[in-house]
């Protein structure tokens, strides 16, 4: 099973941007579909994207990210990234990424934490 370490989270000011990493230990080509997710404090976990890993692959955007992030991964796939523009505090959370659907056998990250504050 691909193992994934999500990594550039931090604290930003509302309206600012992030670029969160998902670093594969092995290549995402072989996942159908991949997502990132996030759990805000106190709230259950929630899909932001889903995106088909083959090149011209649908993408899902949850409707309050829309225009604002952005998933890509790099050519090799063992990347995925996700761009963060205009943030909000709304956008708080510990954000993972892992293959879509998921299981109850899925292994799960530490997640990378982003806070949106001023």
């Known amino acids: 099973q691909v193992q994934f370490v999500e990594s550039g989270g931090g604290l930003v000011q509302p309206g600012g941007s992030l670029r969160l990493s998902c670093a594969a230990s092995?290549?995402?080509?072989?996942?159908?579909?991949m997502a990132w997710y996030r759990q805000a404090p106190g709230k259950e976990q929630d899909v932001v994207v889903v995106?088909?890993?083959?090149?011209?692959?649908?993408?899902s955007y949850k409707d309050s990210v829309k225009g604002r992030f952005t998933i890509s991964r790099d050519n090799a796939g063992t990347t995925l990234y996700l761009q963060m523009n205009d943030l909000s505090p709304e956008d708080t959370a510990v954000y993972h990424c892992?293959?879509?659907?998921?299981?109850?056998?899925?292994?799960w990250g530490r997640g990378t934490r982003v806070t949106v504050s001023s």
């Open positions: 995106a088909m890993m083959r090149s011209d692959g649908e993408i």
């Open positions: 092995g290549s995402i080509f072989s996942i159908p579909f």
């Open positions: 892992n293959k879509w659907p998921t299981d109850g056998h899925t292994s």
